[in-house]
Each structure stands twice: as structure tokens, then as C-alpha cells.
């Protein structure tokens, strides 16, 4: 299992459900926005270490630092 950090871009379109240094669980739901089966999700457990948006691209780049 690797330990470097994932970057996920999601759409900014909705409120996010997580915050910096929030743990979260694989699979767990990213954003606030309607029950769609592509919804952004987790795709490790882990920490969140940075949320940054572009505004280019109107997306959040969510940082997460898979748990050891």
C-alpha cells in the first residue's frame, strides 16, 4: 500500500462534508450535493491534509495522506 498522498479533484459545485484534518473512511461521500451514484468519494482512509480551490476550474483539490 503506498503512503504518498492522493490528490482528488472534485466539482465545486456543492459544499464539501469534509475540512482539513478530518479523518476519512474509504468510500466515504466528499460533498454535500444530491444522491447520485457519482458522487466524489474516498478513495483511501486517511487524512485530509489540504483542501485548495481552483478557480480556473471551479473544482476542490483535496489532499488526503493514506493511513498507515
Request: net charge negative; proline share 7%.
Amino acid at each position: 500500500m503506498s503512503t504518498e498522498p492522493i490528490v482528488l479533484r472534485v466539482s465545486a459545485t456543492y459544499d464539501l462534508n469534509v475540512k482539513v484534518g478530518d479523518r476519512v473512511r474509504l468510500g466515504e461521500r466528499l460533498h454535500k450535493g444530491p444522491n447520485e451514484d457519482r458522487h466524489p468519494i474516498a478513495p483511501v482512509s486517511g487524512v485530509v491534509k489540504s483542501i485548495e480551490f481552483d478557480a480556473g476550474d471551479h473544482e476542490f483539490a483535496i489532499t488526503i495522506a493514506p493511513a498507515a
